[in-house]
């Protein structure tokens, strides 16, 4: 089998979750990528060819394909897909956005956030928040995945030998246009790649207690900092921070709840963290029936004590 | 402009799924349903362009068993002006669903679909990139903001950085995210005016569309268990632990 792996990057950067997706795409056979985007995507090709066990890179550099639209994206996809019988991307927002519109125009039904792949047609795929696992047989000629980065092994981003071959893109659409991003800049590491995790929840009360109370706790263990939907919907944390079933996937070596209830929502977004430590004021939480640690007790006195005796 | 809002009838988000003992589903016998929660707020969208006069008319469509007539019921109480049941027991797939949908759009010509970006039983996200994609239409999906400007709409959504705005020609589709707004209760009294909205009952192959899936569901099973662990009763306690594992010198 031939896979078409699209490359999520960002300023240059190729994303982590481009290694995953990588990972998945050489269980299925031979991986080629296709990077999309603006000046930029040169260098970006250049460093998806280095990746361990890449083919060939498909490069399309155009100026409709700068911030990644789905409506110029998808069309450059397809028509590399005469040459490939399965596409993978990442199951991140750019994947999310892109995948099924390939699909619906291959006239293929597309199975989201694969976390296991058993044949060239089998998938293993979570539904109903993680609560059930289903494998599916797909009868499509040809296969379009998203894959979630926490089930699969990075591949290396060295080691690889892949050529890069210029394509072009089908142009600008002309249906939709990119008016401006408010990215955080952040100096901590990234949530959905990080080790270290220190979560909070709607219990931080406000944005400014959410900054005091986790922020040093995780710039302490060199965490990420993530927050479930309440803390969120409060304002206390940017969306980008949400964790669960509608949020990012995390799988950390340590992830740490603070004053999160729990719900099967968030606990799908990081059950399959390594090590759980929760801080809740309440026993009965269901956090502590996932959580490896558990500390029960008030986190505006605990939080503070764990950061200073770190 | 009139406003197309597919709405689905799926497990209520508060009941904890239960896989069959037979390893072929999901046991949804007496479990409480209800509207996906994604749509609610699609729904509630509609009604708030419609109150600013951008929108005249919302009409709902769901795909599903005979019952999900109580979602469009439920939709029509919020506010929205009437449905279309495409009635089937089968199990229909999003791009089966994507494309009931295009016929739908083909004969109502709405200036927007607006969708949820994830029905919470299936997980697939996909249902609205892949309408957009058979319209041939703009997508802006997971919305956190939607501002109707003349021919355009622009679309602010949450990516995994944090936000992006985009613009959209319309028609156009959009997918709607938590934080788009917080979808209204319907009141008693149009609750009962719901019951008189029209509602049309149609099938899938009144559209001529196969629905016939694309996938089979090999097996469904329980996720590995995470046994839970042991509480701590102070904070030095807890560092001794994490340690003792190793993730922190
Ligand atoms: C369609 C849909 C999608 C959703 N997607 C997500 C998602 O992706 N991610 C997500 O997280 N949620 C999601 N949710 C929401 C989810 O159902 C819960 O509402 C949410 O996770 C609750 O957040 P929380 O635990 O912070 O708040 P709460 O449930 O209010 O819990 C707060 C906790 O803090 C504890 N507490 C209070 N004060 C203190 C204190 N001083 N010290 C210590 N502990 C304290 C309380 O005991 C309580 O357990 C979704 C819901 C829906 C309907
Ligand atoms: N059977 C259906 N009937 C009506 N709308 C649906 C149906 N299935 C999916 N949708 C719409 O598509 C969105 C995304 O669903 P999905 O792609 O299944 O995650 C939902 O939030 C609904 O708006």
New binding site residues.
Partial sequence: MKTLVLVEHENGDLKDATLSAVTAAASLGEVHLLVAGDAGAAAVAEAAARIAGVGKVHLAEDASLAHQLAENVAPLAVSLMEGHDAFVAPATTTGKNIAPRVAALLDVMQISDVIAIEGEDTFVRPIYAGNAIATVKSSDAKKVLTVRATAFDKAPREGGSGTVERVSGAGDQGLSSFVGAEIAASERPELTSAKIIVSG???LGSAEQFHQYIDPLADKLGAAVGA????VDAGYAPNDY??????KIVAPELYVAV?????I??L??MKDSKLIVA????ED?P?FQVADIGLV????KLVPELTEKL | MKLLVPVKRVID?NVKPRVKADGTGVDLANVKMSMN??DEIAVEEAIRLKEKGVATEIVVVSIGPAKAQETLRTALAMGADRAILVQTDDNVEPLAVAKILTKIAAEEQPGMVILGKQA?DDDSNQTGQMLAALLGWAQGTFASKVEVEGEAVSVTREVDGGLETVRLKLPAIVTTD?RLNEPRYASLPNIMKAKSKPLATKSPADYGVDIAPRLTTLQVREPSKREAGVKVGSVDELIDRLRTVGVIG
């Fill in positions: 929840g709607r219990a479930s939907r309440a803390a949400q964790v669960g079933q509608t949020g004053g999160i209830s729990g719900a929502q968030h799908a977004g801080i809740n004021k309440d939480a956090i007790g008030d986190l505006f | 988000y929660p994604f919470i938590l």
